[in-house]
Each structure stands twice: as C-alpha cells, then as structure tokens.
C-alpha cells in the first residue's frame, strides 16, 4: 500500500478529459501523464479502469485513480459505490479517490464502508470533500487523506473561492493529510494552498487543459485589441 508520504510537499497532477475531448483517447492520457511524471509530478490522478492499467503499465509514480459513474436520484458521481472503489484498486490504483460529501450515495455506502473496501483491496482511501463537516465526517470514517476536490461544486459551496484556503485550514486543524484540488490555475495559487497548510496540491485544467490554456492566451490577446481599437477611436 502506498504511503502518503511520498506525496508530501508535491504536485498531483490531474490528466482527465472529456468524453468528446480530443484528449481523451488512452493513449492520449498516457502520454499526457509521460509529460508530467518528466515534469516532476509525485502522483498522477487518473479516471477510469482502462486509463489507471494503462498508465500504471507505464510510469512510476502513484496514480490516484477514480471512476465518474452517474446514478439516477444520486448526487454523487466519484467512485460512488463499494464494488467500483474496488474495481479501481483493482485496476492498479495506489489511492482510490471517491466522494465523502454527506449526501447520500447508491445502495446507501457511507464513507467508512468506501474506505474499509479499498484498503481491503490493498489501496489508500481518500476522501473528495466539499466542507469541513464533510471532512470531519470522512476523518471519523477512518480516512487520513483529505481533499478539497469538491469545493465549489455542491449546492452550499458554489460561491467559494477557490482555491479554498479557508477549508485547507479547517481540514488541517484535524490532523489530516490534506490536498488541496480546485482552482489551482498558477503556481502563485499553489504556493497559497502550500502555505496555507496543503500537504500536497492537485493541478489538472492549467496543466492538462491544453483547450483552456489556449482559450487563456486567445482572451488575453483579444481583450488587447479590442483595447487598442476604443483607443484608436
């Protein structure tokens, strides 16, 4: 089983794509991943079986894996039941990421029965939260990886500011190893999450985002000139 120290003080880059991304073929996966292992990423968060086998066969470092899968009537999507938190162990992910919001989950799973599945499959759990009483509830589950993955994403969270400092702080005040993910875009915000008491931080749309990064550069340029043209006028 990986030990969470291997994370400490490193970057986890995130290589996921949409379905109808150019990206998201596997083998453009693995070679996104490639990239960033040579960059210096200490682990690497992948989305689903085909892709975490596929990058395992492949690179060195951890790989944090997770599978979207969405039920009707369920809010949760992020490795939402028990046999696919073991499905993604199984598939070679060293940590299996899944959804501790306190909303309620497919076939009734509670946080505690998620992470007693994956270390019963030889992985680490960790725990995709949204709010301290998320990741309060996840500490009391047995979980020691904490992340703030879903911050900004639930109903009660949507106005926060991300990266979420504030939430970095409470979930560090439980004696958790904590990951800050979300809205990480530079390494300024990096450093901000660092000091505000980030273990480690996910990047995934600055990095592997190449349809986002560009659409940065072409604003940047389009905002200048249409600042030159009012002048010229």
């Known amino acids: 089983m990986t030990d969470a120290e291997v994370l400490r003080g490193g970057l986890i880059v995130s290589v996921q794509a949409a379905p109808d991304s150019s990206l998201a073929p596997t083998e453009m996966i693995v070679a996104l991943a490639l990239a960033a292992q040579a960059g210096g990423a200490a682990a690497l968060r992948i989305e689903g079986m085909n892709n975490i086998r596929s990058v395992k066969a492949k690179l060195r470092v951890p790989v944090i894996g997770l599978i979207k899968r969405v039920y009707a009537g369920f809010e949760p999507y992020i490795t939402p039941t028990l046999d696919e938190a073991e499905a993604v162990a199984a598939a070679g992910a060293d940590i299996v990421a899944f959804d501790a919001t306190l909303r309620a989950r497919p076939q009734g799973v509670?946080?505690?029965?998620?992470a007693e599945r994956v270390r019963s499959a030889g992985a680490l759990p960790m725990a995709d939260c949204a709010t301290e009483s998320d990741a309060a509830h996840a500490s009391g589950g047995g979980v020691s990886l904490i992340a703030t993955?879903?911050?900004?994403?639930?109903?009660?969270?949507?106005?926060?500011?991300?990266?979420?400092?504030?939430?970095?702080?409470?979930i560090r005040a439980l004696d958790a190893f904590v990951i800050c993910e979300g809205g990480v875009h530079s390494p300024a915000d990096a450093r901000s999450a660092r000091e505000?008491?980030?273990?480690?931080?996910?990047?995934g749309t600055a990095i592997t985002n190449i349809a986002w990064v560009t659409t940065q550069f072409a604003e940047a340029l389009r905002e200048r000139t249409r600042t030159d043209a009012t002048a010229v006028k």
Do not use: F, H, N, W
């Not at 509670?110 to 998620?114: F, G, I, N, P, R």
């Not at 505000?196 to 990047?203: L, Q, S, W």
């Open 149 to 170: 993955t879903l911050c900004g994403y639930t109903k009660e969270t949507q106005e926060v500011s991300l990266p979420a400092l504030d939430l970095i702080r409470a």
């Open 110 to 114: 509670t946080v505690k029965q998620l």
């Open 196 to 203: 505000a008491g980030a273990d480690a931080i996910v990047v």
